[in-house]
């Protein structure tokens, strides 16, 4: 069966424009991986220390030949480097848990913020700072970084499933689920107040410097325990694309379909969680990267999750390096938090979507 087009144009088959789109999409992928490969390179070249493209490359060229690093080459491959990273793997988490988020929910509001994710992580967090694992005073308890993130996973997983267990009892509803996400991050957030009100002065300012959100304890121990972990969890949800796209039909479809709605979104939603948690707990609250990071996705590349997530994770890499790297560099030496920068961008361009948008994307 043929497409029929204005007069004069030649007929399409079906399986041609499939092909045509999907080159499309790929292409416009690639585009964005090319993009991020610049703002690694821009990130990279400035800061206290600016340094040229012949100074890059040169460094790269003294790993490979194993000669002695320079100054420069110790401030890109140890301090630099680590923080670009994190920025990278922490947008992709967030703006991939984002995507499944809101086609769990069919609901563009939501996010791991939105379901209580952040609020609960900061709970654990609090309490392990509060408890003497400081992470930015001059007193570190020893593996106090991990008490923090393990506590801080623990408790944004509790979060969740504190509110699908509210949203099971009334037979799964996303709205329901929606507002109870809304309320157990209030719960959360009030316990937040309260340990922040009965803390010391010092554990205050550290807990009060990770709730900003930033990159300052990027360390490649990290990175090797968060890399593997956002890949293996990326893949399994992408898996899950065609189910997310008949999901968005409505349950009724999709269970037809011969789709397991409750599974999926069982499913779907601790892993989610999993990869939003675990970046979160190293790096604190930073907000709006996995609301606004699907919406621009939408407007790019469709609603199609297969290629919606991987568009998703680059445009929230770029966000967020981008972020990082005019946290650190604007008032260079002093850096400021990123969670920060990302609310000031992020607030303005998501209310300019919801004004200015001409078409629904969940249509």
């Known amino acids: 069966m043929k497409l029929t087009y204005a007069k004069g144009s030649p007929p399409v088959e079906r399986g041609d424009h499939y092909f045509f789109e999907t080159k499309k999409k790929i292409?416009?992928?690639?585009?964005?991986?090319?993009?991020?490969?610049?703002?690694?390179?821009?990130?990279?070249?400035?800061?206290?220390?600016?340094?040229?493209?012949?100074?890059?490359?040169?460094?790269?060229l003294q790993l490979?030949?194993?000669?002695?690093?320079?100054?420069?080459s110790y401030i890109v491959f140890h301090i630099r480097l680590p923080r670009i990273v994190m920025a990278?793997?922490?947008?992709?988490?967030?703006?991939?848990?984002?995507?499944?988020?809101q086609a769990l929910l069919r609901n563009p509001l939501a996010s791991p913020f939105t379901l209580g994710v952040s609020s609960g992580a900061a709970f654990g967090a609090a309490l392990a700072i509060v408890l003497g694992a400081g992470v930015f005073g001059i007193n570190v308890v020893a593996?106090?970084?991990?008490?923090?993130?393990?506590?801080?996973?623990?408790?944004?997983?509790?979060?969740?499933?504190?509110v699908y267990g509210i949203a099971q009892i009334r037979k799964g509803s996303t709205t329901v689920l929606l507002l109870a996400g809304?309320?157990?991050?209030?719960?959360?957030s009030a316990g937040v107040s309260a340990i922040q009100y009965f803390s010391s002065n010092a554990a205050l300012k550290d807990l009060i410097v990770w709730l900003m959100g930033g990159f300052w304890g990027a360390e490649w121990q990290v990175i090797q325990f968060l890399l593997p972990l956002t890949v293996i969890v990326f893949l399994f949800l992408w898996k899950l694309s065609w189910d997310l796209n008949t999901l968005s039909s409505g349950e009724e479809v999709?269970?037809?379909?011969?789709?397991?709605?409750?599974?999926?979104?069982?499913?779907?939603?601790?892993?989610s969680t999993l990869l939003a948690s675990s970046t979160i707990a190293f790096t604190g609250i930073i907000g709006f990267i996995g609301l606004v990071a699907p919406h621009i996705s939408r407007m790019i590349i469709g609603?199609?999750?297969?290629?919606?997530?991987?568009?998703?994770?680059l445009i929230g890499a770029i966000l967020l390096l981008l972020s990082d790297t005019v946290a650190r560099t604007v008032l260079s030496p002093v850096e400021i938090p990123v969670g920060i920068i990302t609310s000031l961008l992020g607030a303005p361009f998501f209310i300019y979507l919801l004004l200015r948008k001409q078409k629904d994307y969940w249509s």
Do not use: H, K, Y
Request: aromatic share 8%.
């Open 27 to 60: 292409f416009q992928l690639t585009v964005l991986f090319l993009c991020l490969i610049g703002t690694i390179v821009l990130s990279v070249r400035l800061g206290t220390v600016s340094m040229t493209v012949a100074e890059q490359v040169s460094m790269v």
């Open 64 to 72: 490979l030949t194993g000669e002695a690093f320079s100054t420069n």
């Open 88 to 101: 990278i793997i922490t947008g992709m988490a967030l703006a991939c848990a984002g995507v499944i988020m």
């Open 143 to 162: 593996g106090g970084q991990w008490l923090i993130a393990a506590n801080a996973f623990i408790f944004g997983c509790l979060a969740v499933f504190a």
């Open 182 to 188: 809304v309320a157990i991050g209030q719960l959360f």
């Open 254 to 271: 999709a269970s037809s379909l011969g789709v397991n709605v409750r599974r999926l979104r069982l499913t779907a939603l601790v892993l």
């Open 303 to 313: 609603t199609d999750n297969r290629f919606l997530l991987p568009c998703s994770c």
